[in-house]
């Protein structure tokens, strides 16, 4: 199976399916929002297995999936330097890149229904063309850590690795070989980026447990602004890329291990793990990340945070990543498998709370504590109705409410996670799951290098 190819006849059917097939609203998705509730229910509440898939032999323990926006193609990726191309409908692998990175590869995005990105822990991103997978249309060098997010907003291509460089590649000013990119940001201690649907919120996560958010977003003014904030201590005059800190919501230290921004930029969710691995357990928190915009009044936004106090965590990151003697890097011993991937925490101070800031905490649920220190991946359904999260062997389906209500139709006392149903399906652990785009189907990987897809019995 390691040379499992498909003809390129089969592919363009499933590229020839996503992109004409299925009736779809003007945004590309099919949208249950006002639907009566006794049908999102019944669509939501009948999760079952559907197709599985042994890729283990192409991609080893897959770490990452990424969805074409039709839905009907899944890149999976993982620690073999491999890319594994799925047709999400039969659950049948139609082509594979044997050799595509040097090293892992940590995440993959589609930014059309043909073309997607890959990061790796050799520091370099490639751009693929699912037509032709012969060869990468381009490798992007700029990083100097392990690639661990990308992201594709207001035409941008924007990349984080964990030495804390946070990179915007301009793909609509390609000429020939090379793009021309800058650095966004560098925040030592960065962990996680992530960006909303929307394209108006860009959030980055630290080992610390810290979460940082810019809102209404303006990517070419986002470097300037914040070391502007930073240099003049008080905000620019612009309204553009506000800045909201939240801290994490429990006395003991944790590290954001995934975080995913719901499909409507109502709230984000966030997956964190202790950071200290002799305290068991993880956890996931959803906040409120709706801010006014035509407020005037900063104080009256309760995530507000001053120039001076994100001042002061920015220079408290910096004090700290450089007396450390231990960088941030994921400890790989080559032979044994059973730390694969974990995360050296070791060395984590605890931090005092961020200077008060708070954060509106809407619910949250704990999660299984096995293969601590591995990242785990979840995600939103296509609607924001439900989570999927890797739980122990199989995956965990979370939601807001018995009948799968949307957030903000829950009750204002309720403030844990309801979960509708858990499923085990792998022989090992659980990595990373993801949601098509859509409709109510999703996708599990983990160490086994299986691929299990979900959705309901219809």
Known sequence: MGAFTKSKSCLEHVLHRGVHGGIRSNSGHFDLVGLRSTCTEYVHSDIAILESLDIAIDVGAVFNFGFSPSGHLVAAVGELPCI???????????????????????????????????????????????????????TLKGHKGWVKNIEFCQGMLITSDLEGSVIAWDLKRIHKTKVPHRPLLHFPDL???????????????????????????????????????????????????????????SSKLHTTSSMKIHPKGWCLATRMQRANHSISGEMMFVDNITFDADSSD???LPNTTSPEKIEAIYSSYIYHYASSRSPFHPTLPSLNREMFRRCDLSSCKNLSPVFGVQSQLLASTVESDVAQGIFKEFAFSYDG??????????????????????????????????????????????????????????????????????????
């Open 84 to 138: 594994a191309l799925i047709d999400t409908q039969r659950g049948k692998l139609v082509q594979s890149v044997p050799v595509a990175h040097l090293d892992c590869i940590n995440f993959t995005k589609f930014i059309n229904d043909y073309q997607f990105a890959t990061g790796s822990d050799d520091k370099c991103i490639k751009l693929w063309d699912v037509r032709h997978l012969k060869s990468e249309l381009l």
């Open 191 to 249: 962990v996680r980026i992530a960006c909303s649907l929307q394209e108006d919120k860009l959030v980055i996560s630290t080992k610390y447990g810290h979460v940082l958010i810019f809102d209404n977003l303006r990517l070419d003014s986002l470097p300037s602004d914040f070391d502007y904030m930073r240099k003049k201590k008080h905000r620019p005059e612009s309204s553009y890329n506000r800045m909201f800190v939240i801290r994490d919501h």
């Open 298 to 300: 900063e104080e009256s």
């Open 385 to 458: 109705r439900m989570i999927c999260s890797p739980y122990r062997r199989g995956v965990r389906f979370l939601s807001f409410s018995k009948n799968f209500n949307e957030i903000c139709d829950i009750s204002a006392s309720q403030t844990a996670l309801y979960e509708s149903a858990v499923i085990s399906t792998h022989s090992h652990f659980v990595f990373t799951t993801a949601a098509s785009p859509v409709d109510v189907r999703f996708v599990s990987g983990g160490e086994d290098g299986k691929v299990q897809f979900y959705g309901p019995r219809l």
